[in-house]
């Protein structure tokens, strides 16, 4: 039996990274390219799948880690265009079951120039299109793509993956790494767990809810899986104006999950936009439970958690071995 302070103690597992650089990319092909929404969606998602087996990322990238794409052609000073990070979507074994397809949902980067911020270049209205995320979701099967990385050695499952209960918590895009992780800890050559895995997914609408029907179709099928979502740009509940963000999740689902984030053994992860992990922290600190998980760094813990600034929260707190965080 293991000790509370077992229990915290969290061993990563040892990973690859940098087998494949920059200077030197490999060629891989694409072998899927489908949206991930939920139906018809403004924010375009596909899931690209792309078949690394002629390169040296075969077997080698753990679920957490990302790979790197480098799109054709030059930036806008005429310069080669610079590797991008995608996370990866699928378990340890890819989705061939050999590691030599990974996916990642890559979201269609489209946007208006802001005139107030960007310096000249930028200083005019007008659309700005991702060159890397459209180059990917413009991609068809059989096309060749040039390929880097792996990348990461934190964002992870722990080595042994049966001594941890689980919290994921996404916003849009930062669902990728949860696919893989639940789909390991499921449906992989250990699983599947006992162990309570709790998704929590944060998207502007329904419609944008990523690989939805298939976290719907493993919740009904795993006792011990739960997928709970918030909307932010649709009304929460009838008789409302507004959505919610993730982390109002935790309030309505305290009786439940408040057990399961109080447990030692639990490692809480977090993926997405910045903003959500102060959002998330201060919802912890109000309800009591962000012990285990962050910190502090400074006086941060002199003013009540709802006065906090997520200045104070970047400079006051840090996070402990049981949470994860991958945020921009
Ligand atoms: P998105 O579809 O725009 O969804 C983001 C959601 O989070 C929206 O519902 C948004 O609400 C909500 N939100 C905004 N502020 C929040 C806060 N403080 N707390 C909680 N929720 C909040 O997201 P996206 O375009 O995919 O962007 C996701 C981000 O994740 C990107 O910055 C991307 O770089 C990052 N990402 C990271 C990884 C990784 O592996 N590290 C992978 C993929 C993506 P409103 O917009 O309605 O306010």
């Keep these: 039996m293991l000790t509370e302070q077992d229990c915290t103690v969290v061993e990563l597992p040892k990973v690859d990274t940098r087998l494949i650089t920059p200077k030197a990319p490999a060629i891989a092909r694409v ?17 690209v799948a792309i078949d690394v087996s002629a390169t040296a990322l075969a077997g080698k990238i753990r679920i957490g880690q990302a790979f790197g794409i480098i799109p054709p052609g030059t930036d806008e000073d005429g310069k080669p265009h610079k590797v991008r990070l995608y996370s990866i979507a699928s378990p340890d074994a890819g989705e061939d079951g050999r590691g030599n397809i990974l996916c990642t949902p890559v979201k269609r980067t489209i946007a208006e120039f802001d005139p107030e911020i960007g310096g000249n270049r930028r200083a005019h209205r007008g659309m700005f299109m991702g060159a890397c995320s459209n180059y990917l979701c413009n991609l068809s099967v059989g096309d060749e793509v040039l390929v880097t990385g792996p990348a990461g050695k934190r964002f992870l499952l722990p080595a042994d993956a049966e001594r941890h209960d689980y919290v ?29 895995i709790w998704l929590l ?24 899986f739960h997928y709970l979502q918030a909307v932010s740009r649709e009304p929460h509940a009838p008789g409302e104006l507004r959505g919610i963000y993730v982390d109002r999740l935790l309030v309505s689902h305290l009786e439940r999950l408040g057990p399961v984030l109080e447990r030692p053994s639990t490692l809480l992860y977090l993926c997405g936009i910045a903003g959500m992990q102060f959002s998330i922290y201060r919802r912890l600190a109000l309800l009591g439970l962000l012990d285990g998980y962050a910190v502090p760094k400074s006086d941060i813990c002199v003013t009540s958690p709802a006065d906090w600034t997520s200045t104070q929260m970047r400079r006051g707190l840090r996070a402990t071995a049981r949470c994860m965080i991958e945020v921009y």
Aim: glycine fraction near 12%; charge should be neutral; proline fraction near 7%.
């Design 31 to 47: 072998v899927g390219n489908l949206p991930c929404t939920y139906g018809k969606s403004n924010s375009w998602v596909r899931n």
């Design 168 to 196: 994921f918590i996404a916003t849009g895009t930062g669902i990728a790494p949860y696919r893989g992780m639940v789909l390991q800890l499921l449906k992989g050559p250990a699983g599947p767990t006992r162990r309570d």
């Design 201 to 224: 997914a944060g998207a502007p609408y329904t419609s944008d809810l990523l690989y939805h029907e298939l976290f719907l179709e493993i919740e009904r099928e795993f006792d011990n």
